[in-house]
């Protein structure tokens, strides 16, 4: 099955620098590629998300990039601001005889630091 | 996006007894999920809840345990049975409202068994 590994699992930045969050998948098949924020306390929003055919999509001071080659893909986050701060989930997503399923790294929590 | 709500938003509850969450919707979406999130980890898939069929489990999670109910394109609930300390945790449902793959999540419901 898939497996989704993220790095760093923390990471502080100060407010203004970019930060950037990695993740690998496993499984050649995995088509989306979903990035959720969660705010403590809160649930999963989802921030931005790219799809097998895309290999970069931007929304405003956030990228995400895909590489399927290497099956990986990352978040690039500008200009930090202090409610960035967060834990950032990536997810694969692959298609099966069931409809999808989604797979989930283990999250990288991110500090903007004033 | 959807507007996704969960009862109870929390619970404590005696070890050995069950707890029905409900997740509803206010718009009919295709696809409906359960997932675990224990304390600072990832998401973990439960289930699909398939509508007018069985449930369509992950590895590790069983019917017993967890059975799933989805009467209706709008609605679904989660019953976490026969509990223990080990099952504390926060439930999300999310939905996706088509095939092309986007999910959000309900605002979760918090476990506590003691």
């Known amino acids: 099955g898939e497996n989704v590994e993220q790095h760093p699992s923390t990471l502080s930045v100060q407010e203004g620098d970019s930060a950037v969050i990695k993740c690998t998948y496993s499984?050649?098949?995995?088509?989306?590629f979903p990035w959720y924020k969660q705010e403590l306390g809160k649930r999963p929003q989802l921030i931005i998300d790219i799809r097998s055919n895309v290999g970069e999509k931007k929304d405003q001071r956030i990228a995400v990039t895909l590489n399927k080659t290497a099956k990986h893909f990352s978040l690039h986050i500008t200009e930090t601001q202090p409610e960035d701060s967060a834990v950032y989930f990536c997810a694969a997503s692959a298609r099966d005889n069931y409809g999808q399923n989604f797979v989930f790294g283990p999250g990288t929590r991110l500090s903007v630091l004033p | 996006s959807a507007v996704i709500s969960q009862k109870p938003s929390r619970d404590i509850c005696q070890r050995g007894t069950s707890l029905t969450i409900q997740c509803q919707v206010d718009?009919?979406?295709?696809?409906m999920f359960w997932y675990r999130q224990q304390p600072g980890q990832s998401l973990t898939l439960i289930a699909t809840a398939n509508q007018g069929s069985e449930a369509t489990y992950e590895s590790g999670f069983v019917i017993d345990k967890f059975p799933i109910s989805r009467p209706n394109l709008t609605f679904s609930t989660l019953t976490v049975s026969n509990m223990s300390p080990e099952d504390s945790s926060i439930y999300l449902c999310s939905v996706g409202k088509s095939m092309g793959n986007e999910q959000f999540f309900g605002p979760g419901t918090r476990l506590t068994v003691l």
């Open positions: 718009s009919q979406v295709t696809m």
């Open positions: 499984d050649s098949a995995s088509n989306y």
